[in-house]
Nanobody, 127 residues
Framework: QVQLVESGGGSVQPGGSLRLSCAAS????????MGWFRQAPGKEREFVAVISWSGGRTVYAESVKGRFSITRDNAKNTVYLQMNSLKPADTAVYYC????????????????????WGQGTQVTVST
């Protein structure tokens, strides 16, 4: 069992930055690929970024590539999402999720591949 708690959301002006954190309970954190998803009002939850066990592989949605960065600290059981050059289109509730993968080479991008989810943190980008 893994429990995930996100933090770091808030309101920011376009062009600003935020860093989201996701703290995980449990000693098996290092064996999970960790992903970030987001859901805007009236829209489906969508993939944002994923990082493999060791952090050696990362994948990003095209909409955030070059602006967002996902990292993890296995010693602290925490995954981060650094968001720069934020746009109003980035406004959403952001969720972190854990996927029990069998290899450090795997970077799942589908919601159904994830086994555990956090409660979400709101990010609002507006003037």
């Amino acid at each position: 069992q893994v429990q995930l708690v996100e933090s770091g959301g808030g309101s920011v002006q376009p062009g600003g930055s935020l860093r989201l954190s996701c703290a995980a309970s449990g000693s098996t954190f290092r064996w999970f690929a960790m992903g970030w998803f987001r859901q805007a009002p009236g829209k489906e939850r969508e993939f944002v970024a994923v990082i493999s066990w060791s952090g050696g592989r990362t994948v990003y949605a095209e909409s955030v590539k070059g602006r967002f960065s996902i990292t993890r600290d296995n010693a602290k059981n925490t995954v981060y999402l650094q968001m720069n050059s934020l746009k109003p289109a980035d406004t959403a509730v952001y969720y972190c999720a854990a996927a029990a993968t069998i290899s450090d080479t795997l970077t799942p991008r589908e919601k159904l591949e994830y086994h555990y989810w956090g409660q979400g943190t709101q990010v609002t980008v507006s003037t």
